[in-house]
């Protein structure tokens, strides 16, 4: 029997062992190592859009402005590690201080090409 995966924006797939909704995904890797590689792909670039797949290639689920609420993992006796992974989708606020900070960096970049084009020559 197949397993559903939990596709990040990057197009990396990660195979579930269960789930009981994007607030909690079960993930078995074969070890700690494995499980400190998928931690760094829960980035918040990566949480931007995910999408549960099932067995079959069929979306049965799309996310977007998803944050990663808590992980946690527990070390199985043959060496594996099951890892749970909350997902929760961002609040209005955090979505409009991105959005802002965006702004404000983008208006700092402007600022200062404005500053070297009107420089003295």
Same mark, same amino acid.
């Given at each position: 029997m197949g397993k559903d995966k939990l596709v990040l924006h990057d197009?990396?797939?990660?195979?579930?062992?269960?789930?009981?909704?994007? !607030?909690?995904?079960?993930?078995?890797?074969?070890?700690?190592? &494995?499980?400190?590689?998928?931690?760094?792909q829960i980035t918040k670039d990566n949480l931007s859009e995910v999408l549960i797949v099932n067995s079959?290639?069929?979306?049965?689920?799309?996310?977007?402005d998803m944050s990663l609420d808590y992980?946690?993992? &527990?070390?199985?006796?043959?060496?594996?590690?099951l890892f749970t992974i909350s997902l929760r989708e961002k609040t209005i606020e955090e979505i409009l201080q991105e959005?802002?900070?965006?702004l404000?960096?983008?208006?700092?970049?402007?600022?200062? !090409?404005r500053d070297i084009t009107d420089s003295p020559a």
């Open positions: 197009s990396t797939e990660i195979t579930l062992e269960s789930s009981q909704g994007i !607030g909690m995904l079960c993930v078995c890797v074969e070890n700690r190592t &494995t499980a400190g590689i998928l931690w760094e079959e290639g069929e979306t049965t689920g799309r996310y977007t992980v946690t993992g &527990t070390d199985n006796a043959d060496g594996t590690v959005r802002v900070s965006a404000e960096a983008e208006l700092e970049e402007l600022k200062s !090409g």
